[in-house]
């Protein structure tokens, strides 16, 4: 919602030319189509057909991937309305590209949220989280967030989104003072809070008890390969809410108090509206780096880009211990050795107070 928002041409008479935007928006959103719709076609290839064992993890990629191209497949329309700086496609299909742009930020958000959550319980409270982590309750957890993210998008809309002027259409821009103040002020808020806080604050604290418990004394099972997989992806998964998403959201405040007059001042206003479209492009490439979360969360689906079998027998399960987990008639090298390990084809646990 913010973008759609944000665009908007704020106080007049502070003479802020920010045109630079359409040639920017038409360049990038042109990359992120083609980079976006090949990597994650790929993903939900690799998914629905490569994978053999498909467990609470995959569930969330699944659906973050499935956010992702609902934004990618309205950006042809975003990049023809930068070009031509007109909307010829009428109030609903605007609609909907305003809706899809909140489903691929804060879905985006969510699910890699989720990810972490999931790999936070497998790790510091595996044997705990067992009755937690099933494939039902991760489908609920899905079904919640799309509702939320959904739900927001559509907030957006209940008004008229498209406005004439100059003898072009816009989409999504010159919203009045009044809506802003009376309306768009509150559902960004609401959006910031939910969509971007609680996800932020969930991922750090997570990513610290995460390496908290890997910082202990090593115990049986415990292997480097291990460690180095879960490092890698809590540097991929705070990469991208820094470079993506943490711009974004705090420019996105700071034009909410702009445009409800919380900051009536030119200096601010110019400085937002000259940071907001490159930190726009910035939120908009987590398209195409969301695969990489794919790559190196989960080990079955790095062997899946490799093996041509469905899921590639020969494959290791998910790198995330599974709540369904069964005996294993041979020693693995998974993630759940982080607190098991196979001993004469029987699993020997190690309690949680021994890591």
């Known amino acids: 919602m913010a973008s759609l928002v944000i665009n908007e041409t704020g106080m007049e008479d502070c003479g802020i030319d920010d045109s630079f935007k359409y040639n920017l928006y ?90 972490n959550v999931d790999r936070f319980l497998a790790i510091v409270y595996p044997f705990r989280s067992r009755t937690i982590r099933t494939r039902r309750n991760a489908a609920l957890v899905c079904a919640a967030v799309w509702l939320t993210i959904v739900g927001g998008g559509i907030s957006v809309t209940f008004f008229s989104t498209i406005n004439s002027k100059h003898r072009a259409t816009t989409c999504f821009e010159g919203f009045s003072k009044k809506t802003w103040k009376t309306y768009l002020s509150k559902i960004t808020i609401f959006i910031e809070i939910v969509g971007f806080l609680f996800p932020l604050l969930a991922n750090l604290v997570c990513s610290s008890l995460v390496l908290r418990t890997l910082r202990r004394p090593v115990t049986v099972g415990h292997g480097c390969d291990s460690k180095k997989r879960v490092l890698r992806m809590i540097v991929v998964h705070l990469s991208i809410f820094i470079i993506c998403f943490v711009p974004y959201n705090l420019l996105l405040f700071l034009y909410a108090l702009v445009r409800t007059q919380a900051l ?21 490439l987590n398209c195409c780096l969301d695969p990489v979360v794919y790559y190196f969360t989960s080990e079955s689906f790095q062997k899946s880009l490799t093996i041509g079998s469905k899921g590639g027998s020969t494959s290791r399960p998910d790198s995330i211990p599974r709540s369904d987990t069964e005996t294993k008639d041979t020693a693995q090298t998974h993630l759940q050795d982080t607190h098991t390990v196979a001993s004469n084809g029987k699993e020997v646990t190690v309690s949680d107070s021994q890591l």
């Open 26 to 115: 038409s360049s990038v959103y042109s990359v992120v189509f083609i980079l976006g719709l090949i990597t994650n076609c790929a993903a939900l290839f690799v998914f629905c057909f490569r994978m053999k064992m498909r467990n609470e993890t995959t569930m969330f990629m699944t659906n973050l991937a499935l956010s992702d191209l609902v934004f990618v497949f309205t950006l042809p329309f975003k990049v023809f309305y930068n070009v031509n700086r007109n909307w010829p496609f009428g109030d609903g299909l605007c609609k909907v590209s305003g809706t899809a742009f909140i489903t691929n930020i804060y879905g985006s958000m969510l699910f890699l949220t989720c990810i």
């Open 264 to 284: 009536a001042n030119c200096t601010v206003e110019r400085f937002a509206r000259t940071l907001y479209p490159i930190t726009l492009c910035l939120a908009s």
